[in-house]
């Protein structure tokens, strides 16, 4: 067998230095004195006879050599991160779940999936696990799931990283809404002209919800003359119902609102809005049992189908 020359700690700085692109950085990081995290990039980089930055005066920069390197080796940390879990836990049972979702799904999808799958894990006698939740816009989401700081994401919106395994799992709809009193939510069918001179409240660039609406809306109103940006959906759909202006959600979020009759359905010419929703995992990512139960659960019991205008995608293999 050849002896290993690698080490996981040279492995770590040289993530930390990738992602901070500075050994003064990535020192603070990792608890390191900056002479010696630039002393072992440099080892790294003659043990492998390859140079895995280019530099820039004090910024390091990730070639193609250090692109190629960096998602095994965060994989490889990732690997090293659950055996230490499992040695820690003593019964080598313990099971933790870091699970990612976009603001929507986060909000009013994940919580029934998660009573799903806590009362499937306690059918099954599971042993002791933890999960912990992160919920931001899809971008976020998927960023941390590439970086394996997140097992799982569910997210809303497109992917735009390479690295992730992309699954069509839901089915959601968009519907246009607005305060009963607004001018556009008295039932007759809104022309596309006087869309364009509304008042628009928009998720942040970013969001998956923004993602898609940019895409459906923009072809037709060319752009957005007067808006009002917001970082969440909750903010959106209650600035609608005060009447600020006219909004674009997920049914998920303004079904209460619709309900209560603060909120109206706008008619207009437009086409429907609807966009897909995603199962995301790191395609080096290392099945755990906790994430093959959840996927599980998850995609045989997609709670968040009973959410009005959803449809399941995902199909078992």
Wanted: with cysteine; aromatic share 4%; charged share 15%.
């Amino acid at each position: 067998m050849d002896v290993l020359r690698l080490s996981l700690r040279q492995l770590q700085i040289f993530v930390a230095v990738a992602q901070s692109g500075s050994t003064t950085a990535a020192s603070a990081a990792i608890a390191l004195s900056q002479s010696a995290t630039s002393s072992a990039i440099n080892e790294l980089e003659r043990l492998l006879s390859l140079q895995l930055f280019d530099r820039a005066g004090k910024r390091l920069l990730l070639n193609d050599n250090g692109r190629a390197l960096l998602p095994r080796a965060l994989a490889m940390l990732d690997g090293a991160a659950g055996i230490e879990q499992m040695a820690r836990d003593g019964s080598g049972q313990a099971q933790s779940l870091r699970i990612g979702a976009s603001t929507t799904i986060g909000n009013y999808v994940l919580p029934q999936l998660l009573g799903g799958f806590m009362a499937w894990r306690q059918s099954e006698q599971a042993p002791a696990w933890q999960s912990k939740v992160m919920i931001g816009n899809t971008a976020a989401i998927a960023r941390a799931v590439a970086d394996f700081e997140l097992d799982i994401g569910l997210i809303e919106g497109a992917c735009h990283e390479s690295t992730l395994q992309v699954t069509p799992w839901l089915q959601d709809s968009l519907v246009l809404v607005a305060a009963p009193a607004h001018p556009l939510a008295q039932g007759q069918s809104v022309p596309t002209a006087a869309l364009r001179e509304a008042v628009w409240l928009l998720r942040e660039t970013g969001s998956g919800t923004r993602e898609t609406t940019d895409q459906a809306l923009l072809p037709h109103l060319h752009s957005y003359r007067r808006s009002i940006e917001l970082g969440s959906s909750e903010a959106i759909q209650h600035a609608a119902a005060q009447g600020l202006g006219i909004a674009c959600l997920s049914r998920w979020v303004v079904a209460d609102l619709l309900a209560a009759g603060r909120l109206r359905c706008i008619a207009s010419a437009l086409p429907a809005i609807q966009r897909d929703c995603h199962l995301i995992v790191q395609r080096d990512k290392q099945m755990t049992p906790a994430l093959l139960a959840f996927l599980d659960c998850v995609t045989a019991h997609p709670a968040g189908t009973t959410a009005p205008g959803a449809t399941a995608l995902y199909q078992s293999p």
